[in-house]
Nanobody, 111 residues
Framework: QVQLVESGGGLVQSGGSLRLSCAAS????????MGWTRQAPGKPRELVAR???????YYADSVKGRFTISRDNAKNTVFLQMNSLSPEDTAVYYC?????WGQGTQVTVSS
C-alpha cells in the first residue's frame, strides 16, 4: 500500500501562485510516475502534470508555461508550482503515484 498526503492548497487571487506538495509513504515502487490531477465541479478529472522517475514529464496544454512539476525522489515527494493562476484553475487537486491517489487539496482562485 502507498499513502499520499497533499498540502499547500488554499485561496489565492487571480494571477497569484501556490505550491502544492505531496509526500508518499509505504511500499513505493522504485520506478514510478508521480503527478497531479484536478477536478472542478461538474467537470471530468484532468491530468495536470506527471513526472516519471526516469524523467519523462507531461503537462496538460492548459497549464504549460504556468505550472512546474518537480520531484525529490530521496524524500518520495512531488511538488506542483502553480503560477499565473486563473479562476479556471479552481479545482480539487489530487496527488497520484501510479494507481494510488491522495485525498485531494482544494485550490480556489478568485477573480
Amino acid at each position: 500500500q502507498v499513502q499520499l498526503v497533499e498540502s499547500g492548497g488554499g485561496l489565492v487571487q487571480s494571477g497569484g501562485s501556490l505550491r502544492l506538495s505531496c509526500a508518499a509513504s509505504g511500499r513505493i515502487p522504485s520506478i514510478n510516475a508521480m503527478g497531479w490531477t484536478r477536478q472542478a465541479p461538474g467537470k471530468p478529472r484532468e491530468l495536470v502534470a506527471r513526472q516519471h522517475t526516469v524523467g519523462a514529464t507531461y503537462y496538460a496544454d492548459s497549464v504549460k508555461g504556468r505550472f512546474t512539476i518537480s520531484r525529490d525522489n530521496a524524500k518520495n515527494t512531488v511538488f506542483l508550482q502553480m503560477n499565473s493562476l486563473s479562476p479556471e484553475d479552481t479545482a480539487v487537486y489530487y496527488c497520484a503515484l501510479n494507481a494510488y491517489w491522495g485525498q485531494g487539496t482544494q485550490v480556489t482562485v478568485s477573480s
